[in-house]
């Protein structure tokens, strides 16, 4: 008796836990797709299995497998509305440069860079290694690609890079000498309002395509080609 009493405590919990962490919505459109791309995969990846199991065949199974689960996890688990996508590299170079400059102008003895949003952290481990003297935080609210980020800063022994799991709107950027990001429309514009607000004068923001709202003067542009045109927004907080 008391056995199944505990078992159905257990239950409870489990069924709460799901209501709190799972809103099943009405499938939209992107669920269709989704799901046909999943269903695509799948076929795929049977195809290769059905063949001779060479190196290159293995490789791309597991790519395929990767996209598979990568696409499922975006669409069913990632909360934030914000894809995993990465910065592309020659946008990630000029970021790091630019930060590099900043920190040299500055003369500073500690800089402390925040990426709202880390993603797997491809972007911080760059600017950890090109700025060893600085102090580099990711932030992201996501499960997954923040267990990725802890995995490779391991991998890489990159010292001056942490990460933390949580959402960014709380976290107090007081002292905070520069901030990279790669978010949405929507999600910038109400970070900008915060970044202004908190900010230190003189603190650097580079927002990879998307712009902030706020007090914000009107900022520098950077473009390159990516293989499409990818603009970086770079604003400066104004030393009164
Ligand atoms: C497009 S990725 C950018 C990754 C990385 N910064 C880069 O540029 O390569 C944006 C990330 O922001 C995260 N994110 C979105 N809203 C967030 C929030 N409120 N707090 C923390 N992370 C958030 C998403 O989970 C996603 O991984």
């Not at 949003?117 to 760059?126: A, E, I, N, P, V």
Request: overall charge positive; glycine content about 4%; some cysteine.
């Amino acid at each position: 008796m008391h056995k199944i009493t505990h078992n159905l405590g257990f239950m409870k919990n489990i069924l709460a836990h799901l209501k709190t962490n799972f809103t099943v919505t009405k499938p939209d459109f992107i669920d269709l797709m989704v799901l046909l791309f999943v269903i695509g995969f799948g076929w795929l990846v049977v195809d290769l299995w059905n063949k001779p199991h060479d190196i290159i065949t293995i490789a791309t199974m597991l790519a395929v497998i990767y996209f598979m689960i990568r696409t499922i996890y975006e669409r069913v688990f990632n909360r934030t509305n914000i894809p995993t996508l990465e910065t592309p590299s020659v946008l990630i170079r000029e970021m790091a440069k630019m930060l590099k400059a900043d920190f040299n102008q500055k003369q500073a003895t500690a800089y402390h860079v925040v990426d709202f949003g880390s993603g797997d952290g491809q972007l911080t481990r760059k600017i950890a290694r090109t700025l060893p003297q600085a102090d580099v935080l990711g932030i992201e609210n996501a499960k997954l690609p923040y267990t990725q980020s802890l995995f490779f800063k391991k991998l890489f022994g990159i010292k001056n890079a942490r990460y933390q799991q949580s959402d960014f709107f709380d976290y107090d950027c007081r002292t905070v000498d520069a901030v990279v990001m790669y978010l949405s429309v929507q999600i910038s514009q109400k970070l900008g309002e915060k970044l202004y607000r908190e900010l230190k004068p003189g603190a650097l923001v580079i927002s990879n395509e998307f712009e902030l709202k706020g007090q914000w003067p009107k900022p520098e542009t950077v473009q390159r080609h990516t293989p499409f045109k990818n603009t970086l927004y770079i604003y400066r907080k104004a030393v009164t």
